[in-house]
């Protein structure tokens, strides 16, 4: 069997540097961590984290496994490798330490995809997708490009036609960003993420973020300055381009964004920073330090409108992965040709065939990993969902996904579900000696004193509801006691009125001579009691506020002409003439109809019994109120002995007539008129009088015009039914 | 022309007595009954040609007894004429609902009443 290993033999002190590096390059896993952490939404923040180590164990698990063998194994026609699979560390150190320089390498590509596709992803659709890359996307390519690094271990194509990227621009930085852009593409925007309403989606921690960023730094220092594999006079030169190029990518970019924004924005230094970085990866061995910081320039400005594109786009990347690796990383590769010295690089070619050669590499790369890549996903898609569903996304991949939480996240769970469920029984977890904790204990106080004020409310509301129902079954006894008052009162006297009716014809049918006038007066003062108990009733009635008013359509041409029949005996016992007006553009009003007319038969039988020889007119007219309403009058005139103003004060009071001596010449029961004014009250009208001694009175009973047909008052029948 | 026959439903037996001579005096056939129950038995077994019915009545009330007559087969088709003790629209609309004719007011007054009838059975 093939070893190709035989042949490799550093250094004590270059493997010393290269194992130095390779810790450099695991730092920068702790800085993508906090990067990506920082930079997305704290309910997923745990998410993002969780990601980063797990994909750092399947990259690790799979190289071992066979994406070192494939990469780095001796060439078969240039596609891919066929030894060292699952090597023994034992092994020959030199091999072993490469190996572990390789491994930490291809955690760096895995891990640049998780920042790009954040917030939105299944995490066991992330996992696949940290396998199909570390497996099968980066080791091939990096065969292509970088196989035969080991020494005659044969050589990759691409290397075999002069492919240079020195730490990996493309192999490693672009392999990453095609791979998310396919990613992104596939899974779609996050909610929200190109909404026209204010806010965008902000990072929860940029001070995280910016620490991140600083510490890739650190560890590309070790990632370019370890690619030499040795500790030679190329390291410093290495390093000094890499940490230039970092500089002036940050600084072109923050530049960039104050001439756009007016502002130095945070994502685009950090972004600039890594821009640069990764663009002087493929060419930090060839260029001078301006080289150096002309890449930087050029990659932070790409990368500043590299995001802006993707913005244009709607292309949702959560931390700007794809501009920074992908789009850096392929020019970073270009610049080789643009601004490396030839001698340095080493492949013989001119400057316009190197770029050719790597133009030829970049475009490898790209079809290769986002082509693969997108085809996979689509497909696996289409199967299994890579996307989380719209809820789980809402409420926060640290919970859907990984079931862990903030305390603070906890806590306003716990109070966003007594919210919405309205109900404040239960008190919140309260975690002591703990700031949330203190938020917790204060409003779990907050919910007893809300509590307290419910129950006194339902107190008081279970308080007045008894109330009402004891008012109203109050309100009843009492009606029921009139009701049966009025049938009480009436019997006897209906006895009375019909039993001297009876005398009258027995003693007709017995042939006995007898003047009517004796039993007449009976019947007179019977009747004249039952009047009197009307009006009693009437007016405790009105007192008890027990009237009940319905009020409905109402013809007054037809009111006014059965109420001319009516009043005619009575208008023509002392002699007088009686005469209805009515307007013209009056014919239906909505009131009590009964009410009205016991009303107007008061006021025209008083009419009557005031006057001799003489007119009775009743008037009737609509005028217009001072708001725009409309009332309808009634004036009774009579032409009869009139009232004096003292009188015309009192007149409307209960129990009190014009005339109340012992020889009363004219019978009242004195309340007629206080009983049609409170009907009058009751109807929303009211009456008054205008007299004259001598000449006689008017009295003006008007009530408003309804617009509709409605019942007044709480205590109709129907109001009064309702509440049994 | 033959006498018309009436049932009086009255609880008050001087009202009613008072009832029977003034109808009698009119020429009317007068049966008694004291109460809603011995009314209806009354009227389904004498098959009068009118009813007056005090609304007033103890135990089962009249409007009961109206709705009850005008649902039996057997007095259905017979006038009810209800006697109330006041005119309030309430009266009013409860007599017509239960399916009352036509209605007077206590104290009763005869010609009216007379009016009334001979109205109904024509």
Same mark, same amino acid.
């Given at each position: 069997m093939h070893d190709s290993s035989l042949h490799m033999e550093l250094a004590n002190l270059d493997i010393s540097w290269v194992l130095i590096s390779a810790a450099l390059v695991l730092l920068m896993q702790v800085g993508f961590c906090l990067l990506e952490s920082g930079l997305v939404r704290a309910k997923n923040s745990i998410n993002v984290a969780i990601k980063n180590m797990s994909d750092l164990c399947i990259s690790s698990v799979f190289y071992w496994l066979f994406g070192f063998g494939i990469m780095f194994g001796f060439s078969w026609n240039g596609w891919l490798g066929t030894e060292f699979?699952?090597?023994?560390?034992?092994?020959?150190p030199s091999l072993v330490s490469f190996f572990v320089f390789q491994l930490v390498f291809c955690g760096t590509a895995t891990t640049i995809i998780s920042g790009a596709v954040a917030e939105r992803m299944r995490f066991s659709a992330y996992l696949l997708i940290a396998a199909i890359s570390s497996g099968i996307i980066y080791p091939f390519f990096g065969h292509w490009a970088w196989g035969g690094a080991i020494p005659e271990s044969g050589q990759g194509w691409l290397a075999s036609k002069g492919f240079v990227d020195f730490a990996g621009s493309t192999v490693v930085h672009s392999v990453g960003g095609w791979v998310a852009l396919a990613a992104i593409l596939v899974i779609?925007?996050?909610?929200? $993420?190109?909404?026209?309403? $204010?806010?965008p989606i902000q990072g929860h921690n940029l001070t995280l973020a910016s620490a991140g960023v600083i510490l890739l730094w650190v560890g590309w220092i070790g990632f370019n300055g370890g690619s030499t594999l040795a500790l030679n006079e190329q390291v410093p030169h290495i390093i000094a381009n890499t940490v230039i190029s970092g500089a002036f990518g940050g600084t072109a970019s923050m530049l960039t964004a104050y001439a756009y924004y007016r502002k130095a924005r945070t994502w685009a230094i950090m972004n600039g920073i890594i821009g640069g970085l990764v663009g002087i990866t493929a060419c930090c061995h060839v260029v001078s330090t301006s080289g150096a910081a002309i890449v930087g320039i050029t990659s932070g400005i790409l990368c500043f409108f590299g995001m802006r594109a993707m913005e244009r786009y709607k292309i949702d990347d959560a931390v700007g992965a794809v501009p920074a690796h992908a789009f850096c990383g392929a020019w970073g590769t270009l610049c080789v040709a643009f601004f490396g010295l030839p001698e340095l690089w080493d492949t013989g070619l001119g400057r316009f065939e190197q770029l050719t050669v790597q133009a030829t590499g970049l475009m490898t790369c790209l079809a290769w990993s986002f082509g693969l890549a997108y085809i996979l996903l689509k497909s696996i898609n289409r199967y299994m969902p890579l996307r989380v569903t719209e809820e789980e996304e809402r409420a926060g991949l640290n919970v859907s996904e990984h079931g862990a939480s903030t305390e603070l996240i906890d806590l306003i769970t716990e109070m966003g579900e007594q919210e919405r469920a309205g109900s404040f029984s239960k008190r919140v977890h309260v975690e002591p000696h703990t700031e949330v904790g203190q938020i917790a204990a204060e409003y779990n106080r907050v919910l007893n004193r809300v509590e307290n004020e419910f129950y006194k409310r339902e107190r008081a509301l279970t308080a007045v509801q008894k109330a009402q129902i004891e008012a109203y079954r109050a309100n009843e006894v009492k009606s029921e006691f009139l009701a049966n008052m009025s049938h009480e009162l009436r019997t006897p006297l209906g006895i009375i009125i019909g039993y001297i009716e009876l005398i009258k014809d027995d003693l007709r049918e017995a042939g006995v001579n007898f003047s009517d006038e004796d039993f007449d007066t009976i019947i007179h003062a019977s009747k004249h009691l039952l009047n009197l108990i009307n009006g009693v009733l009437d007016i405790s009635k009105i007192e008890a506020g027990h009237t009940q008013i319905s009020i409905n359509y109402v013809n007054v041409p037809a009111l006014v002409e059965d109420l001319e029949r009516s009043v005619l005996p009575l208008v023509m016992e002392n002699n007088n003439t009686f005469k209805a007006e009515i307007a013209d553009d009056l014919d239906i009003i909505y009131t009590d109809h009964i009410k009205l007319e016991q009303c107007l038969l008061n006021l025209i039988s008083n009419a009557a019994k005031f006057t001799s020889d003489g007119t009775i007119t009743l008037h009737t007219y609509k005028e217009k109120t001072e708001d725009g309403e409309e009332d309808i009058y009634f004036d009774v005139t009579d032409t009869g002995i009139g009232m004096s103003a003292k009188d015309t004060a009192k007149i409307f009071e209960a129990f009190t007539q014009v005339d109340s001596t012992q020889t009363r010449k004219y019978e009242g029961t004195g309340l007629g008129l206080a009983i049609t004014k409170n009907f009058a009250e009751l109807l929303g009208g009211d009456v008054t009088v205008a007299s004259e001694i001598g000449k006689g009175s008017t009295f003006s009973l008007y009530l408003p015009c309804k617009k509709s047909a409605e019942s007044e008052g709480p205590f109709t029948e129907s109001a009064v039914k309702n509440k049994t | 022309m033959s006498q018309l026959s009436i049932v009086v439903i009255e609880d008050n037996a001087a009202l009613s007595q008072m009832i029977k001579r003034r109808l009698e005096h009119l020429n009317y056939a007068v049966h008694l009954a004291d109460s809603g129950e011995t009314g209806k038995d009354t009227c389904r077994k004498i098959k009068p040609d009118i009813i007056l019915l005090d609304i007033h009545l103890p135990g089962k009330d009249g409007w009961t007894i109206a709705t009850e007559l005008k649902s039996d087969p057997a007095t259905k088709s017979t006038p009810i004429i209800a006697v109330t003790a006041h005119a309030m629209a309430g009266d009013r609309e409860k007599a017509i609902r239960s399916g009352c004719d036509d209605y007077v007011t206590k104290p009763i007054d005869f010609p009216t009443l007379n009016e009334k009838i001979q109205y109904l059975v024509d």
């Open positions: 699979f699952m090597i023994d560390s034992r092994d020959n779609g925007p996050r909610l929200g $993420a190109f909404s026209n309403q $204010a806010k | -």
